[in-house]
């Protein structure tokens, strides 16, 4: 697990801002959710033979001898929560959510035991309409962030019908290479077979190649929903590569899984992943309700927007006020309200600890400051203030503190909230 540092935060601020606005452009609003649910929940949604429930999760009994669990992922929370507080009764739901979520896994760069997403599910929708409306949105995210270097992968898992006649296919097929497969796969070749085609052991990837594909075995109704979603896809200008072997590391997927993958981050290269999940919400105790969703690693995202040459937007300090010499101190405080009051979005930093004349400018020039006012004796007596430009080369200039909101207001480009007069 790890910190991220103050400039760091910028971009994901940055980055964060960016998804959230795109996502409630298309109608999806905000769900928080705790941290902390029980552990029946995961091991019913993402099902008992994957590695986040058999390897990875952080369970724990409480006092009350209950087993609780940092949530691993957030799309079983959302359907426990849409379930427990009525969203879903005779109601159709778009919701987004983001946070902090923990698996035990094998640190590496790019993945930590803590690791960030951002997620957006639609639930109570069945036509692929909004398949393609999730897809050509995450497309939309990576326009907005200039975000290059993505590849959309899709594939449908059909429906339970096609998927047990596949399944039995599959399993015929790897009970005749038993002796070549590894210890996992053995193990999930009784309870889940279609896991054994998500390894990521090399060795296993020449029989992986030779499998039976579930595109050979679809119902006809998951048929056409594929194609139309991949008539969307095509209308709206989304690329993609179908990809047969794509089915997603999660029991509860099925019909529509996708993700947007890129070779610039090393082994990390899922970047937004996604898929439906129909059966979910009966699974966990409510009535049918098809749903869909993605979820996108911010961890990833930050990496990615940073190799594909992202700029974060000036976060630090507008105006840094200095003071010195007797009863100035109290002018900068009063005059850095007054410009947070009249000037919209104005970031005002006075110094603090005293200090000469050249440590202030300083602490000035390394907050990042456009500007810094300087306030001392002769400043007071005339009710000016010095305004030194800090990353020009302009000279100091006085300026009468009647003047200041407005001065400031046309340099900084910032909104003036309203007339105001001059300190106090």
């Known amino acids: 697990m790890n910190d991220i540092l103050p400039e760091a935060c910028a971009t994901w601020r940055h980055l964060e801002s960016a998804v959230r606005e795109i996502a409630e452009s298309y109608g999806y609003r905000e769900l928080r959710l705790p941290i902390l649910e029980h552990t029946e929940l995961f091991r019913r949604s993402i099902g008992e033979v994957t590695d986040i429930v058999e390897k990875e999760m952080y369970s724990f009994e409480d006092r009350n001898g209950e087993s609780l669990t940092l ?20 109601q159709r739901q778009k ?5 902090p979520m923990f698996r035990h896994e094998k640190p590496q760069k790019g993945r930590y035991r803590q690791f960030h997403q951002f997620n957006v599910e639609a639930l109570g929708y069945e036509g692929p309409d909004v398949d393609a409306e999730l897809i050509v949105m995450s497309a939309r995210i990576w326009r907005r962030l200039g975000i290059s270097r993505l590849t959309l992968e899709i594939n449908t898992l059909g429906m339970p019908v096609s998927r047990k006649r596949y399944r039995d296919r599959l399993v015929d097929y790897l009970s005749g290479v038993k002796s070549r497969l590894d210890q996992d796969s053995i193990r999930r070749l009784e309870q889940n077979p279609l ?7 090399p060795d296993m990837q020449g029989i992986i190649e030779a499998a039976p594909v579930m595109l050979d075995h679809l119902d006809t109704e998951s048929a056409g929903h594929f194609d139309e979603l991949k008539a969307l896809l095509d209308a709206a200008g989304v690329a993609y590569r179908v990809n047969p072997r794509l089915v997603r590391g999660l029991d509860y997927y099925n019909r529509t899984v996708f993700e947007w993958v890129t070779d610039a981050l090393g082994s990390q290269g899922a970047v937004c992943s996604g898929g439906r999940y129909d059966g979910l919400v009966e699974k966990l105790g409510g009535r049918p309700t098809p ?5 996108m690693g911010m961890e990833r995202l930050v990496a990615l927007f940073e190799v594909c040459g992202g700029r974060t937007p000036a976060a630090g300090t507008d105006v ?11 002018r900068a405080f009063a005059l850095a309200e007054t410009l947070r009051d009249a000037i919209d979005g104005i970031r005002v930093e006075v110094n603090l600890g005293g200090g000469s004349f050249k440590s202030q400018m300083k602490r000035a020039d390394r907050s990042g400051a456009a500007f810094a006012l300087v306030i001392g004796e002769s400043e007071l007596a005339g009710n000016r203030v010095g305004l030194k430009p800090l990353r020009s080369a302009e000279e100091q200039s006085d300026v009468a503190v009647d003047d200041l909101v407005r001065v400031l207001a046309e340099k900084t480009m910032k909104p003036a909230a309203g007339a105001a007069g001059s300190s106090k």
């Open 95 to 99: 919701l987004w959510t983001r946070g």
């Open 71 to 90: 949530r691993p992922e957030a799309t079983a929370g959302v359907v426990r929560a849409g379930i427990t507080n009525g969203l879903l009764h005779n």
């Open 291 to 295: 749903a869909i969703g993605w979820a």
């Open 195 to 201: 896991r054994i085609l998500d390894s990521k052991n």
């Open 320 to 330: 840094y006020v200095a003071a010195l010499g007797e009863g100035t101190l109290e």
